[in-house]
């Protein structure tokens, strides 16, 4: 409605957030951490193919921009654009064959989404149980080692 403060505002009025406060970060630190996580000889790819996709789609542009206006460079740009975008094609398959070999050299292990999410669960869950053992060692130790059935 016109004149109402945004929710976000009157947080001290006791209006709910419509973020979450807690772990939220935003787009821009989600992004940041997905580049962070690709290896350099990816990422220097994923930059190269987007560099040449750009200049090619320049260049498709140009080209048309150059064949409605009747100009004599239309003719050398459509062949130019012709090889940029096959170059860039061939930058495209560079990141997909850049992933696969890293993949491949680093010995991640391909197997289905399905094993995978078991396997994670399962790990999730031994993680889950240890800080639940080191807690109760903790909180032991801090109560002086009461509640033991023998000191020694």
Same mark, same amino acid.
């Given at each position: 409605?016109?004149? /109402?403060?945004?929710?976000?505002?009157?947080?001290?009025? *006791?209006? #709910?957030?419509?973020?979450?406060?807690? *772990?939220?970060?935003?787009?821009?630190?989600?992004?940041?951490?997905?580049?962070? $996580?690709?290896?350099?000889?990816? =990422?220097?790819?994923?930059?190269?193919? #987007?560099? !040449?996709?750009? #200049?090619?789609?320049?260049?498709?542009?140009? &080209?048309?921009?150059?064949?409605?206006? *009747?100009?004599?460079? $239309?003719?050398?740009?459509?062949?130019?654009?012709?090889?940029?975008?096959?170059? &860039?094609?061939? $930058?495209?398959?560079?990141?997909?064959?850049?992933?696969? #070999?890293?993949?491949?050299?680093? *010995?991640?292990? %391909?197997?289905? %989404? %399905?094993?995978? @999410?078991?396997?994670? @669960?399962?790990?999730?869950? &031994? +993680?889950?149980?240890?800080? $639940? &053992? /080191?807690?109760?060692?903790? +909180? !032991? =130790?801090?109560?002086?080692?009461?509640?033991?059935?023998?000191?020694?």
């Amino acid at each position: 409605m016109l004149g /109402e403060p945004h929710p976000r505002q009157t947080a001290e009025l *006791g209006v #709910v957030q419509d973020l979450p406060q807690r *772990g939220f970060r935003g787009v821009a630190h989600q992004r940041q951490r997905l580049l962070a $996580a690709q290896p350099p000889q990816r =990422r220097t790819a994923a930059v190269r193919a #987007v560099l !040449i996709i750009a #200049v090619t789609l320049i260049q498709a542009m140009v &080209a048309l921009l150059c064949t409605l206006a *009747g100009s004599w460079l $239309a003719f050398p740009m459509v062949v130019s654009t012709v090889v940029s975008t096959i170059a &860039a094609t061939w $930058a495209a398959l560079d990141v997909w064959v850049t992933r696969q #070999v890293w993949n491949q050299r680093h *010995g991640v292990v %391909s197997v289905p %989404s %399905s094993t995978a @999410r078991a396997l994670r @669960r399962e790990r999730r869950q &031994a +993680r889950r149980q240890q800080r $639940a &053992a /080191e807690r109760e060692r903790a +909180r !032991i =130790r801090r109560r002086g080692g009461t509640g033991q059935l023998s000191h020694p």
